[in-house]
């Protein structure tokens, strides 16, 4: 059986090697080399290029090489009538955690405003309040946004998460459904976007949102790049609506050399790094998933292609 692998990021070697573990028989083709395509059956794919899936006449399932759905479910030629499913790996989620646990410190610590003061050898102290009173708010309560909530509560922070259904986790207050959203936004002093892209997500971190969020809070997104307007971002930080943002995720990336961000002293850059997938502790779950379409069974962490995750 075949399955063609599609990936910027990842090395196609290692995922030959580790998926070979599990099924030795499993040849794994590397995009764009994929020999005849009607001998495909499988695609364990990250940003396939449009109408390519469509063409694979054989497909029996598609698997996201990620927890993130949106680069495939793009695609308007997309086989939505195929078993469809995402990566849940605890390796990613922890990673995920590190990151938003480390940003989430630097924003109550005020190490943005740190950084601009070196840079301008200026000496004033800001004193942060204690954890359990700073407010962090998770939008996005998935795998990854309970991750990072459970986290933050075992270091005091007052946390709550916002989603479209509620959900229950010791010490972390539940906000849900959009009647919900603003009284969320107005108690979240940093919030941390970690929403799936959907119709509904798209354009959610906008001018209209941070009006909502108290005067001086800090944004973090590590969620997708078009989760934010980023023509409304340089203005909230200028009018000191908000303090700081930190960016994982971009429009287009990478973040073009000219782009406003890189030299704004309030907003923070890193290269879409916070969480990356491990074919170490993925390709067990692939290859589970593989077994299962084999049997006519469901798959694991199926994606629900009307929802968008």
Request: glycine share 6%; proline share 6%.
């Amino acid at each position: 059986m075949a399955l063609l692998f599609k990936s910027n990021i990842d090395r196609a070697d290692w995922w030959r090697r580790e998926l070979g573990k599990y099924i030795p028989d499993l040849e794994v083709r590397i995009w764009p080399d994929i020999g005849n395509p009607d001998e495909i059956k499988y695609a364990l794919c990250w940003k396939m290029p449009h109408g390519e899936l469509a063409k694979l006449k054989n497909l029996q399932a598609i698997y996201s090489l990620g927890a993130g759905v949106d680069h495939l479910l793009a695609d308007p030629d997309f086989p939505r009538h195929l078993p469809f499913s995402r990566v849940v790996d605890p390796n990613l989620t922890g990673r995920m955690t590190e990151y938003v646990v480390q940003h989430v410190l630097n924003h109550h610590r005020f190490c943005h405003a740190y950084d601009a003061q070196q840079r301008e050898h200026v000496w004033k102290e800001h004193f942060a309040p204690f954890a359990s009173e700073r407010k962090v708010g998770i939008l996005g309560m998935g795998e990854l946004g309970s991750g990072a909530a459970k986290a933050l509560h075992l270091l005091n922070f007052d946390v709550a998460g916002w989603s479209r259904s509620e959900k229950k986790i010791d010490g972390v207050e539940s906000f849900f459904g959009d009647d919900q959203l603003d009284a969320f936004l107005a108690r979240s002093e940093i919030l941390v976007c970690l929403l799936p892209l959907t119709q509904h997500t798209e354009n959610i971190l906008n001018a209209e949102l941070f009006a909502k969020l108290p005067k001086g809070a800090g944004i973090i997104n590590a969620g997708r790049g078009p989760h934010l307007v980023e023509e409304d971002l340089i203005p909230a930080l200028d009018s000191g609506k908000l303090s700081a943002a930190t960016l994982d995720v971009f429009h287009v990336e990478p973040l073009r050399e000219d782009h406003p961000f890189w030299d704004h002293p309030k907003i923070r850059i890193t290269p879409h790094v916070a969480s990356i997938s491990d074919p170490a502790s993925v390709a067990r779950l692939v290859a589970e998933n593989i077994i299962r379409t084999e049997k006519g069974e469901d798959l694991l962490h199926a994606v629900d292609v009307e929802k968008g995750y």
